[in-house]
């Protein structure tokens, strides 16, 4: 029972370098989601995924692309790191049905320098 | 704008007493309510759901309240023992689940 599987889980990147934190889930969920969580402040959404195909801006989505690849994975790509992006970075994914109870990965810790 | 309140940072409680967090909210009327355990460099687990209608729920040692008059929810732990140990997020909603929108957490250490 893997669930949600993230990877890298730590990175250090230098100020506009680009790279890719991988996501897949096994659960054959249809709703995938990225959020950063930041010291004092909730979990915020970043980008989803309602279903494969397709993808949506959240609340901060600047600096940021996605790619639903299938419905298993989902991408997350930061194309010129800044400072500002350092964060803790978390994949979740939801079933198509329900009370909307996210499944959260182990998270991304990103350090940009 | 929504705005969410975990009643502090920090709680350090008793083994064996009863653990009271709260959360609260403004500016927002959610259909439900959300309560994650997260423990450190992990994703957060969902533990509870309570939606607006409900004024209570439970499972095993927990037990939630939510009152949609003080626009507040009450996250009980009784019993509580150093595995309880953790943070513990609220999660506000309405509609899908894209639409959530998480308090900052709350620190619990219970001390043996």
């Known amino acids: 029972n893997a669930g949600v599987t993230q990877t890298p889980k730590f990175q250090v990147l230098k100020t506009g370098q680009s790279m890719t934190l991988q996501c897949a889930q096994d659960?054959?969920?249809?709703?995938m989601y990225w959020y950063r969580q930041d010291p004092g402040m909730g979990l915020r959404l970043i980008y989803y995924?309602?279903?494969?195909?397709?993808?949506d801006k959240g609340e901060v989505p600047n600096g940021y692309n996605v790619s639903r690849l299938n419905k298993r994975e989902f991408s997350l790509r930061l194309e010129s790191a800044a400072p500002s992006q350092t964060s803790v970075y978390f994949c979740?994914?939801?079933?198509?049905?329900?009370?909307?109870?996210?499944?959260f990965g182990a998270g991304s810790r990103l350090t940009v320098l | 704008s929504q705005k969410i309140e975990q009643n502090s940072e920090a709680l350090n409680i008793q083994e064996g007493k009863t653990a009271t967090l709260t959360c609260n909210y403004t500016?927002?009327?959610?259909?439900?309510l959300q309560w994650y355990r997260q423990d450190p460099g992990r994703g957060p687990v969902f533990l509870l759901l309570?939606?607006?209608?409900?004024k209570e729920k439970r499972k095993e040692r927990l037990k939630v309240t939510f009152d949609t008059t003080l626009k507040q929810s009450l996250f009980h732990i009784t019993a509580s023992q150093p595995a309880d140990s953790a943070t513990y997020l609220c999660?506000?909603?309405?509609?899908?689940?894209?639409?959530?929108?998480f308090g900052s957490g709350t620190q619990l250490t219970v001390l043996p």
């Open positions: 999660a506000l909603g309405s509609g899908s689940a894209r639409q959530l929108t």
């Open positions: 979740a994914s939801r079933a198509g049905y329900g009370a909307n109870v996210l499944t």
């Open positions: 500016n927002y009327s959610p259909a439900y």
């Open positions: 659960m054959n969920h249809n709703s």
């Open positions: 995924s309602a279903s494969e195909g397709t993808t």
């Open positions: 309570i939606r607006e209608n409900e």
